[in-house]
């Protein structure tokens, strides 16, 4: 049962490509697989003006479509590339050759998670690189790095409307391994839209918030940049009832208490499909499966839950990490998890996404042919809240070199429920001062968190290393996105290397659009 759709020409097909989602299963099977493996092998070796120009433009076209959620239909954007499926899929060596073609009916600007593009080609709506307006095309070609990645607007709160799609680089290497490639994208989905999310969680205007929260910190007796923890507690117990938030406290084994899932969702995704009617990929018999999670969430972090299948970890943020056994993973807002599973010969395996302080959850189920596929409730247990077990675990394959730091900064992550409203080193994104670094420059930055959520902290075009978790140091993963726990400190190291404007900053949707932003910038850029 696999249907291919045709490339996407306008708004009727998206839409169409949208509500036959529930028939589809992922073509990326092992035989498309292997014959892309086939084709890749068969290249000669180009110098790289050569191959670029061998690599056809791909088109990919920001757009509406519909999908079905809880038996309703719902209106959401998509990204959806030249095979008719969401995203980009590149093979070994080629170029992001890429034209965007905005069909969204609306201004939007993309931004390719995770790789190192120059930044007026890094699909942030600086005024050197404006947002694309609507019917009009962008062209994007740089060279971009293996692994799994993804896309999502910095435009308004498009990434909550689901303007989201996986953006997966193969390397040479790992087409070699003859794996079956599954991927699964994760989403919190609500029928309300972002702004009435928004509203819900200020009860006022961003600005309002952030001018409430700034007078609270230069009131006296207060730490500069911290929301006191029993203050952003007792006023969360006050508010949940009439914001429509179902936020919950979460007790740690240390007693100390923390903030989860301050949104109310109708649903969670899984590759755009409930457990209702999860997707289900046919597998071989034993089949070996490289299955790439994306957590493209606004606002939810989950436990990737194997079942009784154990798997290994190989790569974070799309970087290679060695290996790390298990069956249950914690995925931060943004991150990636690249996860070997070799299959026992037959039957139906779950994989379920299961959101931290919750019992709901999401998934999709790998089967041989025959096998009958179970019914698997929407909800369970209460797992635990997302932490960094793993991160703790895992060291970068391809460490940076060693080196003296030339720059160390420490950046305060603060906030709280109310005012709802988050800051980087007690500033709100515009209004910010950038970080001015040098090309060729070591820096650190130590992420110190004062406040009660977790916060999963992305940079901008460069891959940073994780040097220390709560003042332990270690040659952790090599990664884009990673998450500083409540009260807790981790230090990230990269190389200034790739001269621009770049942002950092949380990926929880509404703290990013409540301040927590700040800017990275080169000397000698001008603006
Ligand atoms: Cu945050």
């Not at 992550?413 to 109310?418: E, N, P, T």
């Amino acid at each position: 049962m696999v249907v291919q759709h045709a490339p996407v020409a306008n708004h009727s097909d998206a839409a169409a490509a949208g509500k036959n989602s529930r028939l589809r299963v992922d073509p990326f099977s092992r035989r498309h697989f292997l014959k892309a493996a086939l084709a890749a092998a068969a290249l000669p070796i180009l110098p790289g003006a050569a191959r670029a120009a061998a690599s056809p433009r791909k088109r990919l076209v920001a757009g509406t479509r519909i999908i079905e959620v809880n038996g309703l239909p719902a209106k959401v954007f998509g990204l959806i590339g030249p095979d008719g499926r969401p995203g980009i899929r590149l093979g070994p060596g080629e170029r992001f050759r890429v034209d965007l073609v905005n069909e969204a009916g609306t201004r939007t600007i993309v931004h390719w998670h995770g790789q190192l593009p120059p930044w007026t080609q890094d699909g942030f709506p600086w005024s050197e690189s404006p947002p694309i307006e609507n019917s009009a095309v962008q062209a994007y070609d740089y060279a971009p790095i293996p692994g799994t990645y993804w896309m999502h607007p910095h435009q308004d709160m498009q990434e909550q409307s689901l303007m989201t799609a996986p953006l997966i680089v193969h390397d040479a290497a790992e087409l070699r391994e003859d794996r079956q490639e599954v991927v699964l994208m994760l989403h919190d989905f609500t029928f309300r839209t972002p702004d009435e999310v928004l509203a819900g969680l200020t009860g006022t205007s961003a600005p309002t918030a952030q001018a409430m929260a700034q007078k609270m910190e230069e009131a006296p007796g207060r730490t500069v940049g911290s929301n006191a923890p029993h203050a952003s507690m007792s006023s969360m117990a006050a508010d949940a009832p009439d914001t429509g938030m179902s936020g919950m406290d979460m007790s740690r084994p240390g007693g100390m208490h923390m903030d989860l899932n301050d949104v109310h969702y109708d649903a969670f995704l899984a590759n755009d499909r409930t457990l209702a009617d999860p997707e289900v990929v046919r597998v071989e018999r034993g089949g070996r499966v490289r299955l790439r999670v994306i957590n493209g969430a606004s606002s939810s972090q989950f436990w990737v839950d194997l079942g009784d299948l154990v798997g290994r970890v190989v790569a974070t943020d799309g970087q290679p990490v060695h290996p790390v056994a298990g069956s249950r993973f914690p995925i931060a807002m943004a991150q990636r998890l690249d996860i070997l599973i070799d299959l026992p010969e037959v039957g139906a395996f779950p994989i379920l996404a299961r959101l931290e302080g919750d019992g709901r959850q999401t998934g999709i189920v790998l089967a041989t042919t025959g096998a009958r596929i179970p019914r698997i409730a929407e909800s369970a247990q209460t797992a635990p809240p997302v932490d960094n077990s793993l991160e703790a675990r895992l060291t970068a394959v391809e460490p940076l070199p060693a080196r003296h730091a030339d720059v160390v900064r420490t950046i305060a992550l603060a906030g709280g429920m109310k005012p709802y409203a988050w800051s980087m080193n007690g500033e709100y994104w515009p209004q910010v001062t950038p970080l001015m670094l040098d090309k060729g420059q070591r820096i650190e930055i130590d992420l110190v968190n004062r406040s009660m959520m977790a916060h999963p902290m992305h940079l901008h075009g460069h891959a940073f290393q994780v040097i220390a978790i709560d003042g332990r140091p270690m040659q952790g993963a090599v990664r884009d996105t990673v998450l500083v726990m409540p009260m807790g400190r981790v230090r990230i190291a990269f190389d200034a290397n790739n001269p621009g404007r770049w942002p950092f900053h949380c990926h929880y949707l509404y703290h990013q659009v409540t301040g927590m932003m700040t800017e990275f910038r080169y000397q000698g850029i001008a603006t």
